[in-house]
C-alpha cells in the first residue's frame, strides 16, 4: 500500500517531524517549563476529547457487523482486505442529523470509523461511492501512530508547511478511498457529494477547468493556509493520479507565510492569530524602540552630570559639609542641553530632571572609607530603561 501514499506527505512529513522534534529539544534543554507545560497539556486535552467522542460513538452509533447493516459491513470488510488491513477497525453509523459526513480517529487500544445514515443514503446502490468513503477514512487511520504525531505537533502550525502537509494527507486520504473503489469516476462523484455539489456530470475534463480559478490571488492564498485542497484539485487528481493542475498565485505565498496553520479551526483564526501576533509584536518593538530612546537619554545625563559630581565632592572635601543647594556651591543648574538639576542637602542626592523621569544620583561610602556615586531610576522612570553602565555604576571618589 505505500505506492498509494503521496509522495509530498512523505517529505512534508519528514520536514514536520525534524522541526517538531528540534522545538520540543529547545524547549526541555532551554527549560522553557511554561511553554513546555503549555504544550503538553494541550495534548492531553486533545486525547481526553478523543476519548470523549468514542464514549458518543460507542453510546449513540450503531457498529457494523454481519447482523447490522450486513450489506455496509461487507462493504467496509471487503475495502480493508483490498487495503490489505489484517484487523479491521470498528465501523459505527451515527446519526448525522441529516448531513453526510464520515470521519476516523484513534486512541491508544482502539481504532474506529464513523459514517452517517446520510452518506449512505446519497450512495444508493453504488457500491464504489461508499466505499471510496471506507477506504478514506481507513487511509486516515493507517499512520495515525500517537507518538509520532506528539513530535510533529509544533511543527504543523508553521504557516505553509502544516497546511501544504495536511494537504498532502489528504491527498494520501482520496488514494486510498480511490483504491478502495475502484472507479475513479464513482470516487469523484462521491467526493462531491461529501461536499454537497451533484456530482452526476462531474468529469476530469470539468475538474481541471474549475482549479483554474486557484491562480487568482485570494483563492490561492485560502487553499495556501488551509488543510484542505479545494474540490476541484482533489477531483482532477482523483480522475487522473499525475493530472497536470494550474499553479498557485507567487504573492499569495508571501502573505500565507504570516498565517499559521490551525487545522480545522479554520483560515479566518490563522488570521486572527496572525493580527494579534502582530499586535503584539509591534507592541514590543514600539516599547522597545522607546526604552532604548530613554536609555540613550539616560545615558547622555550620566556623562552629562560627571562634572556636577565631582564638583559636590570637591565642596564636600573643602568645606566639611554638604551645600544647601547647587546655587550655593557654585556649580550650575542645568546641564549643557538644558536639563535641570537639583540638589537635596539632607542627603547629597543629586537630581536630573530628564523628559521622561528622573535620575539620581546617591554619594556612599564604601568599605574603604571612600566616597563614591551610585546612579538609580527616581520618579518616571523604569529599571528597564536604565542603560547597564547606571544600573550596575558605583562610581568612587578618592
Known amino acids: 500500500m505505500k505506492d498509494l501514499v503521496y509522495s509530498r506527505?512523505?517529505?512534508?512529513?519528514?520536514?514536520?517531524?525534524?522541526?517538531?522534534?528540534?522545538?520540543?529539544?529547545g524547549l526541555i534543554v532551554g527549560a522553557f517549563g511554561g511553554a513546555l507545560f503549555a504544550l503538553a497539556a494541550s495534548f492531553v486535552l486533545l486525547q481526553a476529547a478523543r476519548f470523549a467522542l468514542i464514549a458518543h460513538v460507542q453510546g449513540k452509533g450503531i457498529e457494523l457487523s454481519e447482523a447490522r447493516f450486513p450489506d455496509v459491513h461487507a462493504q467496509f470488510i471487503a475495502c480493508c482486505e483490498r487495503l490489505q488491513i489484517e484487523t479491521p477497525p470498528k465501523a459505527y453509523i451515527v446519526n448525522g442529523r441529516g448531513g453526510l459526513g464520515a470521519f476516523a480517529a484513534t486512541v491508544p487500544g482502539t481504532r474506529f470509523v464513523v459514517?452517517?445514515?446520510?452518506?449512505?443514503?446519497?450512495?444508493?446502490?453504488?457500491?464504489?461511492?461508499?466505499?471510496?468513503?471506507?477506504?478514506?477514512?481507513?487511509?486516515?487511520?493507517?499512520?495515525?501512530?500517537?507518538?509520532?504525531?506528539?513530535?510533529?505537533?509544533?511543527?504543523?502550525?508553521?504557516?505553509?508547511?502544516?497546511?501544504?502537509?495536511?494537504?498532502?494527507?489528504?491527498?494520501?486520504r482520496d488514494r486510498y478511498g480511490l483504491a478502495c473503489s475502484g472507479s475513479p469516476e464513482g470516487a469523484a462523484r462521491a467526493l462531491?457529494?461529501?461536499?454537497?455539489?451533484?456530482?452526476?456530470?462531474?468529469?476530469?475534463?470539468?475538474?481541471g477547468s474549475q482549479a483554474k480559478p486557484a491562480s487568482r490571488f485570494w483563492t490561492s492564498f485560502h487553499e495556501l493556509t488551509a488543510g484542505s485542497s479545494r474540490?476541484?484539485?482533489?477531483?482532477?487528481?482523483?480522475?487522473?493520479?499525475?493530472?497536470?493542475?494550474?499553479?498557485?498565485?507567487?504573492?499569495?505565498?508571501?502573505?500565507?507565510?504570516?498565517?499559521?496553520?490551525?487545522?480545522?479551526?479554520?483560515?479566518?483564526?490563522?488570521?486572527?492569530?496572525?493580527?494579534?501576533?502582530?499586535?503584539?509584536?509591534?507592541?514590543?518593538?514600539?516599547?522597545?524602540?522607546?526604552?532604548?530612546?530613554?536609555?540613550?537619554?539616560?545615558?547622555?545625563?550620566v556623562a552629562d552630570s560627571g562634572p556636577v559630581r565631582d564638583a559636590l565632592v570637591s565642596f564636600y572635601h573643602?568645606?566639611?559639609?554638604?551645600?544647601?543647594?547647587?546655587?550655593?556651591?557654585?556649580?550650575p543648574t542645568k546641564l549643557a542641553?538644558?536639563?535641570?538639576?537639583?540638589?537635596?542637602?539632607?542627603?547629597?542626592?543629586?537630581?536630573?530632571?530628564?523628559?521622561?523621569?528622573?535620575?539620581?544620583?546617591?554619594?556612599?561610602?564604601?568599605?574603604?572609607?571612600?566616597?563614591?556615586w551610585q546612579c538609580k531610576?527616581?520618579?518616571?522612570?523604569?529599571?528597564?530603561?536604565?542603560?547597564?553602565?547606571?544600573s550596575e555604576m558605583k562610581i568612587r571618589v578618592d
Open 231 to 301: 474540490l476541484p484539485r482533489r477531483v482532477a487528481r482523483l480522475m487522473k493520479v499525475e493530472a497536470s493542475l494550474p499553479g498557485r498565485d507567487r504573492f499569495a505565498y508571501l502573505l500565507a507565510m504570516f498565517v499559521p496553520h490551525v487545522g480545522r479551526l479554520g483560515v479566518r483564526f490563522g488570521a486572527l492569530i496572525m493580527v494579534c501576533a502582530l499586535a503584539v509584536t509591534a507592541t514590543v518593538a514600539v516599547t522597545a524602540y522607546h526604552d532604548r530612546k530613554v536609555q540613550a537619554e539616560v545615558a547622555r545625563a
Open 115 to 172: 459514517l452517517t445514515p446520510g452518506v449512505v443514503a446519497a450512495m444508493g446502490k453504488h457500491v464504489d461511492r461508499v466505499r471510496f468513503y471506507f477506504g478514506h477514512e481507513l487511509g486516515r487511520l493507517r499512520m495515525e501512530h500517537l507518538g509520532v504525531a506528539l513530535l510533529r505537533w509544533p511543527a504543523m502550525w508553521l504557516p505553509l508547511l502544516g497546511a501544504a502537509y495536511s494537504r498532502a494527507r489528504e491527498t494520501t
Open 337 to 372: 542641553d538644558g536639563t535641570p538639576l537639583s540638589l537635596d542637602p539632607k542627603g547629597m542626592a543629586l537630581t536630573v530632571a530628564l523628559e521622561k523621569g528622573e535620575l539620581v544620583f546617591t554619594p556612599g561610602i564604601d568599605k574603604k572609607d571612600r566616597m563614591s
Open 318 to 331: 573643602a568645606n566639611k559639609h554638604v551645600p544647601g543647594s547647587l546655587e550655593a556651591a557654585g556649580i
Open 9 to 25: 506527505e512523505r517529505s512534508l512529513g519528514a520536514a514536520a517531524l525534524g522541526i517538531g522534534v528540534l522545538v520540543w529539544l
Open 377 to 390: 531610576n527616581g520618579k518616571g522612570l523604569k529599571p528597564s530603561q536604565l542603560p547597564p553602565a547606571c
Open 192 to 207: 462531491a457529494a461529501l461536499s454537497a455539489v451533484h456530482g452526476k456530470n462531474l468529469d476530469g475534463s470539468t475538474a
